[in-house]
DNA sequence: CATCGTTTACTCTAGTTAGAGTATTTGACT
DNA sequence: AGTCAAATACTCTAACTAGAGTAAACGATG
């Protein structure tokens, strides 16, 4: 059986773990406890996520109640392979670093493809983001009531702990750009210099192979 | 024109920035430069991604040609639209801190389902993980080619900043669990012994909040 | 007491993604 | 000269995901 990819998958489990509940309820206690900041949470993931689960029999539909006149609830609970289940995958997440590929780490890898300037603009306003965004998580900490059990802060204080190693990290990057101290910034230039007076990739790849051609080769 | 959720499908355009390619040549040439790291990639997406941006007309389909006797190859490049499109979606994303859903915010957040003492375990168990991902890191780091562009290195140094920032995090996470000094470990222990106990989950809450009833009630 | 927004509770569909499967060709080595 | 692994170049399908759409009921307001 393997893991489910969707971490929404291990929420719903856990959530049975406490009591059977039907979808809908599902989302709500989801959004109540401020776990959407976490996990990512819309309904059609949801629904598919608990059909999927019932599927691998890791839960079983109890009933379907109508209460009033209102829609029809199906409520699901816990098998005992879905307890099992719950434990290896939320062990396994705990244990095992995996690969996370963010949307920022994909854009540093790419950041080449526009001219060093526009880098740095783009990244200093990036910079102040990050910066509002930590002290509104300040902010928020700070107003929290009497003795909050901090166990239930914890993934916040991950995301900020995250959020001020990229902070740190930007600031330095952001330095390291306006005084031309990263290596191949010349290159990086030169190329855009190229592309804006009209030459191809191509024809501006040939022109630095020429320029810098003895800088661009690396034994690897 | 709705941004891709998909970061590989901007790696698509910054390579046809650069020259006119079939994907498989996009494919090994990202894996050449170790974008596989920052960038998931297979060819199931890879296809499907190279189509989807056809379809909106950001690349255009060349010409399908045989070499030798190999199997047919369609050659993309970018259009015009392709190349705003590349420029503005590479910009957002160095610009606007996106949340991220990790894997391990989201084990965090659903922490309290399995006991504290087996929490710690596998906290100490990735904490030996990450040291090694760090030194295997700084190792090949140290043996890169005299004069490597660290241009080429700034989204491997950005995963590492935020890889040392996570074993900060979880090294006090530990000091924390392993001295009782996170607040509601004494609820989130108690809790797991009753359910060891034969208690249902909805009988240990009810049990629960006639001990720590005053604790468990927050103003919010 | 009519009405209008919010809450409850899903359903549908188009699009995306992962991973295995296919079929040929080249090059290295016996 | 034969064979076997690796590289080349996709294709297919099942599953997953996101977001909009649906429809009734409740509650507040004038």
Redesign the pocket.
């Known amino acids: 059986m393997k893991r489910?990819?969707?971490a929404?998958?291990l929420a719903v489990l856990t959530l049975l773990f406490e009591k059977p509940m039907?979808?809908?309820?599902m989302s709500?206690t989801l959004r109540h406890r401020s776990k959407e900041e976490s996990i990512?949470l819309?309904?059609?993931?949801l629904?598919?996520?608990v059909e999927?689960l019932r599927k691998k029999e890791l839960i079983t539909a109890r009933e379907a109640v109508r209460?009033?006149?209102?829609?029809?609830?199906?409520v699901y609970e816990l098998t005992a392979a879905g307890a099992t289940a719950m434990h290896d995958w939320l062990s396994e997440m705990l244990r095992d670093p995996s690969p996370q590929f963010t949307d920022f780490e994909a854009a540093l890898s790419l950041m080449g493809a526009i001219p060093p300037d526009e880098a740095l603009a783009l990244l200093r306003l990036r910079l102040k983001a990050l910066r509002m965004a930590s002290n509104q998580y300040d902010g928020l900490r700070a107003h929290m009531p009497e003795g909050f059990p901090a166990l239930f802060l914890v993934e916040g204080d991950y995301a900020e702990a995250l959020r001020l190693a990229e902070i740190t990290f930007v600031e330095k990057l952001v330095s390291d750009l306006i005084h031309d101290r990263l290596g191949g910034m010349d290159v990086w230039r030169r190329i855009h210099e190229l592309r804006d007076a009209g030459f191809t990739g191509e024809e501006a790849n040939a022109t630095l192979l020429e320029e810098y051609g003895d800088v661009l080769t690396w034994d690897t």
């Open positions: 489910p990819a969707n929404l998958s039907h979808p809908y309820e709500t990512r819309n309904y059609g993931s629904y598919a996520v999927s209460e009033g006149n209102r829609p029809e609830r199906t």
